[in-house]
């Protein structure tokens, strides 16, 4: 029936990465809009606000933030993850153990999180090619992830010209980040299973 490689385990982790990779996506992105004060008036904001909500309300009851951090969104960020891996662990056969979970969760978000700073800075580099100048509300929330980063890049890295080069070297060290911190991370977690 439902082997580690056959079509109905291939589609069943299909599904769960899908259903519960948009969810936390959507947790993820609520995180990261706080970090870097992002406009929550934004109406891209406010879906996320919306979206995620109902299951952030009830663990700020019980977790409270911890120096500015949102806890609960963390708390709840790593609960779905390893449950995601947990459930895709159950469909391919295998038993795995809590270490190991939390370990691969940690791994996913960290790559999910770097991944989602590569898109920002994809979409921002996009539109200042195709839109220079203007607003709109996404322009608002990609310049609120993708500033942090490229600022600093920025004031290092003298424009050449008209030619910006901190998106490229940003983007090199995320990818760097992906190969050398979550890569490790995700093997490591993978041995503990």
């Given amino acids: 029936m439902m082997g580690s490689g056959g079509y109905f385990s291939n589609a069943g982790v299909f599904l769960i990465d899908v259903v519960f990779g948009l969810y936390i996506f959507a947790v993820l992105l609520r995180f990261l809009f706080q970090l870097v004060r992002a406009d929550f008036y934004n109406p891209l904001c406010q879906a996320i606000v919306t979206v995620t909500n109902p299951p952030l309300r009830q663990l700020r009851r019980y977790i409270p933030s911890l120096g500015g951090l949102d806890t ?31 370990v691969i969760a940690i791994a996913e978000l960290l790559g999910k999180t770097l991944w989602t700073f590569v898109g920002a800075i994809i979409v921002q580099v996009v539109l200042s090619w195709v839109a220079p100048g203007t607003y709109n509300p996404l322009t608002s929330v990609v310049h609120s992830l993708t500033e942090p980063l490229l600022g600093p890049a920025r004031r290092a890295i003298p424009p050449l010209g008209p030619l910006d080069l901190s998106p490229l070297v940003v983007l090199v060290g995320l990818q760097l980040a992906q190969i050398l911190l979550v890569a490790p991370l995700r093997d490591a977690g993978a041995a503990l299973l």
């Fill in 72 to 102: 609960a969104s963390i708390v709840l960020l790593v609960v779905l993850q390893m449950l995601n891996t947990f459930l895709v662990a159950l469909v391919l056969g295998l038993e795995p153990g809590v270490a190991g979970l939390l």
